[in-house]
């Protein structure tokens, strides 16, 4: 699995690094057709200090006059989520107000959002501690330009990096997944993750595949393999860009990927099988499906790899039955050193690349250690699948703007 995992990591920073493809270029082309009607989705709880600083951002989008409508989606709010969200209402035309008055999760939130509004061939997602730069939407609308297009995601950057250890590894683990996994996968044609927020995805494709699926915690990995498994194509669109925040304490962090994790754990189980049936898909294609689903199985093959080279160190009993059953939990410790080096490099090379802040670069010593937050959340999280543990759609804690 470690030997997997790595390969993988190898090709994708060889092909994300390199000088695009022109026929990658050419595909996001913008074309003559009219252009498409876009209905935003910002689905929210109790998050009316936020809120505002979203609206700022989607008054200034730059799109079609007449193309754009907005829905703000209120699951079951407390606070006074419910009166700015009527108050942005009413000084912009086009703009709606759906309130849920029991919190049902971001799934049904969304899903509830499209039977009540039929307005938009493209349905577009913000999360709202997002802020996306101006051009953003017309940017992520260029991906849909070819009908084969389902769902395009466009870059989210990490605002406050500097702000803690927590935040910086996050920013990190981001620009990672994203400007050398996703952007290769694009490149190469194999499905490259839908995100959460500044996503779009077109309403008749999203139809067809039964909508978002209520329950899910990660709806957008689940829509992600549902979508390739119907033989429709994504795009990630590097230059449509949004500002957010990552997570500031040590527990916020581990409650987020604990949460992603699970998720995880819940597209495996829901597309697995399916994708090893898929004969019609191309191999290669299900093949990434699966080690996209089974992401967070590297953390735990690590552990699991860490766990064999300790066995493999205790001495064994003289006897060459003994040497033969310890030699190749031995064996494993070689790749101990390979299975941290290899992101290691990734993060280098992305850092280069980027031309990231002089402070990324100073505080790039501490990941060693900020990664075992992310393999204690990798295992917090598959002890949540096992055990079963009741789920529930609980944003993370915003950090002061």
Known sequence: MLVTFNLRRLLYTFVALRRPLRRARQAMDSDNRAPLSVLVLVPCRNEAATLPGLIDSLERLAYTPGCLQVALVDDGSTD????????????????????????????????????????????????????????????????????????????????????SWPAYYAAVESLVHQMITMRAKDRLALAPALLGSNCAYRRAALQQVGGFLTGALLEDSDMTLAFARHGYRLRFVPDSVTWHQAPETVGDYVRQHRRWARGFNDVVRNHAVGLLAERSMPLGLRIELILFALGYLDRLALVAALGMSLIGGIRAEPTPQARRRVRPLRRSGILMPMALMMPFVQIVAVFVAERVPRGMWLRLPALPVLFGLDIWAAVRGALDSIARRPRAWTPTRRPSE
């Open 80 to 163: 006074e989520t419910q009166s700015v969200m009527k108050r942005a209402a009413e000084t912009h035309g086009g703009w709606h107000v759906i309130r849920f008055e029991d919190q049902r999760g971001k799934a049904h939130a969304l899903n509830g959002a499209l039977e009540k509004i039929a307005y938009g061939d493209v349905i577009v997602v913000y999360d709202v501690d997002h802020r996306p730069e101006p051009e953003s939407l017309e940017r992520l609308m260029a991906a849909f330009s070819d009908v084969r297009v389902a769902g395009a995601s466009g870059r989210t950057i990490h605002r406050n990096a500097a702000a």
